[in-house]
C-alpha cells in the first residue's frame, strides 16, 4: 500500500495541490475497488467537493462489500450442500469408488472400497500410499492396470473382469482433471462381480457334471463286467500249479492294473450316481473330528500338524456318509499337497455364515496357480502322476455338496496357502 506523507500546509496554494492530490488519490482508490466489484467507475465530476458527500464513495464501497459478502455465503451453503450430497452419494453408493493421483497413489476412497480391498488400514495409514499395494497387495502395478491407460491416454477404460484379493471386479476408471485440463488424478470405480461369477460358474459346472455323469455312468456299467472277467481269469490262472515265475509276474500285472480299472469305475460310478442324500440331523464338528482321527495315522505318518478352530455353530440336516467323503477327499488333497512342504500345516475351521454353516479347510502347500484354479472341480481333472490320481475327488465333492444345496469353493494364493470352503444349509428349525 502506498503511504501519504502527513500534511504541513504553508499557504492557500500548496493547500489546494494537497487537496487535489487526495482527491486524485480517493479517487484511483475509489475506482480501482469499484471495478474490483464490477461496479461502473467515477467520472472526473462525480469527485468534486459538493457531490463527493453526496455520493458516498465509501457508503457505495460498503454496500458493494455486503452485498459480496451476501453472494459468497449463499454460494458457500450451496458448495457445502453439493459437497455434503457428493461425499452422501461417494460413502452409501454399493460399488467401490476410489481417486488416486497421477503416481497412483491413494487420495480418497469410500466405505465399499474399505470394506473390500483396504483391509485393517485405517484411512491415515492408506491415504497417500501406492493403490497397488494396498488394494492389489502387490509390490509394483500390475502388467496391465486400467489406471495406468486412463493416465498415459486420458481416457475412460472399461474392464469386464479383474481379480483383486481373490475377488473379481469390474472396473471402470476415468479421468479428473484440473480446470485447465492437465491430469489431476483418476477416479476408479469397481463393481464386485465375485457371487454373479461363482453363480455363473457353479451353472456351468452342474450342466458339464449331469453331463458328463450320464455318460460316464453308461460307459462305466459296460466296462465293469469285462474289466470284473478280466480280474477273475487272471485271478484263477494265477492259482495253477505249474505257471513259471515269469508268467505269475504278468499275471500279476495284469490283475493290479485291472484293480486300477475298477477303482476308477468305482469312482465314476459314485460321481454319476443319481440317489438323492439321505439326510440326517448333523453337527459339522463332529464330522470335522471324526474325520481327522479317522485319517490321523496318515496325519502323523506324514508329519503334518493340524489345527482344528471349530466355533459353536447350529446342526445341519444332510447325508452323513456323503459329507465324511468331502471332508476327507478335501483333507486328503490338502495331505496330498503337503507332501513336500517342510513345516506343513493343516487348519480345519467351521463358523456360522447367515444362513449357512461354512466348513474351510487350509493348507500351507504350493498352492494353485490362476490357470489351474479353473480346472480344478472338472471331473478328470488331475496334476497327479498317471495311477495316483483319477481326479474326481473334487468333481464328487461338487456334486455331493450341491445336492445338499450348499456351496463349495477354492482359494488359492500361487504363493503357499490354500483354502477349499464349502457351506450347508442351517437345519430348518
Ligand atoms: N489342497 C490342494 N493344494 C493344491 N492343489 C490341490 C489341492 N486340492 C486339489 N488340488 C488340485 O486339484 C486337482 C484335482 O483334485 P481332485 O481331488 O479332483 O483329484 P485328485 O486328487 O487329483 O485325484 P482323486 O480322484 O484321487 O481325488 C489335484 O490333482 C490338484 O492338482
Ligand atoms: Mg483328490
Keep these: 500500500m502506498r503511504k501519504i506523507a502527513p500534511l504541513r500546509i504553508n499557504n492557500i496554494d500548496?493547500?489546494?495541490?494537497?487537496?487535489?492530490?487526495?482527491?486524485?488519490y480517493i479517487r484511483e482508490k475509489v475506482n480501482q475497488l469499484l471495478s474490483m466489484m464490477g461496479t461502473r467507475p467515477l467520472d472526473p465530476a462525480e469527485l468534486d467537493d459538493s457531490t463527493l458527500l453526496d455520493i458516498d464513495p465509501i457508503g457505495i464501497i460498503a454496500d458493494a462489500f455486503g452485498q459480496v459478502l451476501e453472494h459468497l455465503e449463499e454460494t458457500n451453503r450451496k458448495l457445502i450442500n453439493t459437497k455434503d450430497q457428493l461425499q452422501a452419494v461417494f460413502e452409501t453408493a454399493g460399488v467401490c469408488i476410489s481417486i488416486v493421483d497421477p503416481d497412483l497413489r491413494i487420495i480418497s476412497c469410500n466405505e465399499k472400497q474399505r470394506e473390500l480391498l483396504v483391509s485393517d488400514l485405517n484411512e491415515k495409514e492408506f491415504v497417500g500410499r501406492y493403490c497397488y499395494e494396498v488394494y492389489c497387495g502387490n509390490d509394483s502395478p500390475a502388467l496391465y492396470c486400467p489406471a495406468i491407460e486412463t493416465i498415459e491416454t486420458g481416457k475412460p477404460v472399461f474392464i469386464r473382469e479383474i481379480k483383486k484379493k481373490g475377488r473379481y471386479f469390474q472396473i471402470v476408471t476415468s479421468p479428473l482433471k484440473n480446470r485447465d485440463g492437465t491430469l489431476k488424478g483418476v477416479v476408479e470405480v469397481s463393481i464386485d462381480v465375485t457371487e454373479k461369477k461363482r453363480a455363473e460358474e457353479g451353472m456351468r459346472q452342474a450342466e458339464k457334471l449331469s453331463a458328463i455323469g450320464l455318460l460316464g455312468a453308461g460307459v462305466a456299467h459296460e466296462i465293469n463286467t469285462p474289466l470284473g472277467n478280466i480280474l477273475g481269469y487272471a485271478k484263477m490262472l494265477l492259482k495253477e500249479q505249474d505257471l513259471?515265475?515269469?508268467?505269475?509276474?504278468?499275471?500279476?500285472v495284469i490283475v493290479e492294473q485291472a484293480k486300477k480299472g475298477s477303482e476308477i469305475i468305482r469312482g465314476l460310478l459314485n460321481f454319476s450316481r443319481q440317489s438323492k442324500p439321505s439326510l440326517a440331523t448333523i453337527s459339522m464338528n463332529d464330522m470335522v473330528n471324526k474325520v481327522l482321527l479317522e485319517l490321523s495315522t496318515q496325519i502323523e505318518r506324514q508329519g503334518i500338524t493340524t489345527r482344528k478352530n471349530l466355533r459353536p455353530i447350529p446342526l445341519v440336516e444332510a447325508d452323513p456318509l456323503q459329507i465324511e467323503q468331502v471332508l476327507s477327499?478335501?483333507?486328503?488333497n490338502a495331505l496330498h499337497a503337503l507332501a513336500r512342504t517342510p513345516e506343513g500345516t493343516i487348519i480345519v475351521e467351521t463358523q456360522r455364515t447367515g444362513a449357512f454353516?461354512?466348513?474351510?479347510?487350509?493348507?500351507?502347500?504350493?498352492?494353485?496357480?490362476d490357470t489351474l484354479l479353473p480346472l480344478i472341480f472338472d471331473p478328470f481333472f488331475t496334476t497327479k502322476p498317471v495311477g495316483e490320481g483319477v481326479g474326481?475327488?473334487?468333481?464328487?465333492?461338487?456334486?455331493?455338496?450341491?445336492?445338499?444345496?450348499g456351496t463349495i469353493q477354492a482359494e488359492s494364493d500361487p504363493r503357499g496357502k490354500t483354502v477349499f470352503s464349502f457351506l450347508l444349509p442351517v437345519r430348518s428349525p
Design 14 to 24: 500548496e493547500l489546494q495541490k494537497s487537496n487535489e492530490t487526495l482527491k486524485r
Design 244 to 252: 513259471s515265475d515269469h508268467h505269475k509276474e504278468k499275471l500279476q
Design 329 to 332: 477327499n478335501l483333507v486328503l
Design 357 to 369: 454353516v461354512e466348513t474351510r479347510i487350509v493348507d500351507n502347500g504350493p498352492g494353485i496357480s
Design 392 to 405: 474326481l475327488g473334487l468333481s464328487i465333492c461338487s456334486g455331493i455338496i450341491r445336492d445338499h444345496g
